[in-house]
């Protein structure tokens, strides 16, 4: 939805921290919508920048230790029935949301090469000496 909402207000040219915010606002559906109008109707100016709105509903709304899933699942990922190229891409993005304490590269290499389904690609994969995911 973040995504849905930034591309309209793009699209529409909404220049200007407190006019997104106030966009971003009108789109809001369900819980999100009742909990930002609760807050602005007891302090009108809290959401005067958009970096605040958005702070506040990823503070409120994202499950908790949603880092700690990210980098439990990053370190347990099986290739299974993706392709090589899809694991990769999967595997990068789990990385790139593991923000506090980044995984480092070693240890992304060794879970892809370690977790691919056995055949050709591991086998050249393993003849390889990797530094990067790229």
Sequence with gaps: MVRRIRRAIKARHIEGDEMQATFYLSNLTGRAKTWALGLKLHEPNVFELF??????????FEPPKAEFRERSALLTLKQSK???HAYAEYL????????ESPVDEHTLINVFIYDLVDGPVKTCMFRE???TLE
């Design 129 to 131: 000496d990797f530094h």
């Design 82 to 84: 993706r392709d090589v």
């Design 92 to 99: 990068r993005y789990l990385a790139s949301s593991v923000t």
């Design 51 to 60: 970096k605040t709105l958005k702070y506040r509903l990823i503070e409120t």
